[in-house]
């Protein structure tokens, strides 16, 4: 009997398939989730489990890094979100890598489509910061200065990974469009493309660089992330051709 390995489209000797396989990105979840659009992704199925075929997943990981380098070439802000056990410790890590804003915890309803509220939120932070460090809280009761502090730790929870999110971002990277539903539905309403790692539960529609795998283990998350990563540091460090002289 043939391993999946050999199965997926017969590519054996692919070491980008089989780094992704090792990974576990092959892996879906059970047939009977499977959203009737992400059909065209899925290989087959061992045990009731749907396999992906890992060349359309590495075909459309491509179309995705190419994008992030243009991204990354251009001096473009994405914003990289996911808040589930899966990828919150990886969308950290990757997004202060590359100085990018994140969201790896609760997002916060109208971070995109309410920016002004968000913009407030945070310059009242900056604020208060500011008079912390200043020492003005010491002209408080002790009742007082924890109850700043506690606003203090409050906020940095809430906000920290947007923190220095000036502007709306010019495209987001999202683990799993169906967990972060809020997140996927505010960019798509503020037209903002979606770059997403999506599972065969998910509804590809509205994602503009879908990449289908497995959004719910670390080792997935982690690999492809760091692909994306790399891609959008890569265009950051090109080097482009000087203006011709008018």
Request: glycine letters at 6%; proline letters at 4%.
């Amino acid at each position: 009997m043939q391993s999946v390995t050999e199965e997926i489209g017969g590519q054996t000797t692919s070491s980008e398939i089989e780094t992704l396989f090792s990974a576990g990105a092959h892996l879906g979840y059970g047939k009977s989730t499977r959203h009737p659009k992400m059909k065209e992704y899925i290989f087959g199925s061992r045990n009731n489990v749907e396999i992906f075929d890992l060349e359309r997943t590495a075909k459309k990981l491509k179309d995705a890094e190419d994008y992030l380098h243009k991204l990354g070439a251009n001096k473009k802000t994405v914003l990289w979100v996911g808040t589930k056990p899966a990828a919150a410790s990886v969308i950290a890590e990757t997004a202060k890598k590359l100085g990018a804003p994140y969201v790896n915890e609760r997002w916060l309803g109208g971070t995109l489509t309410n920016f002004k509220i968000i913009e407030a939120r945070l310059a009242y932070w900056a604020n208060l910061e500011s008079e912390k460090e200043a020492g003005g809280f010491d002209k408080y009761v002790k009742k007082e200065k924890l109850l700043k502090m506690t606003e203090l730790r409050k906020l940095q929870r809430m906000l920290g990974g947007i923190k220095n999110l000036k502007f709306l971002p010019e495209a987001v990277v999202i683990v799993d469009p169906k967990e972060e539903s809020t997140a996927f539905s505010e960019s798509k309403r503020k037209k903002i493309p979606v770059v997403a790692l999506l599972n065969t539960d998910c509804d590809p529609r509205g994602v503009s660089f879908p990449i289908p795998a497995n959004d719910n283990s670390a080792s997935s998350v982690s690999l492809i992330l760091e692909r994306l990563a790399a891609a959008y540091e890569a265009g950051t460090k090109e080097v482009k051709p000087a203006e011709p002289v008018k």
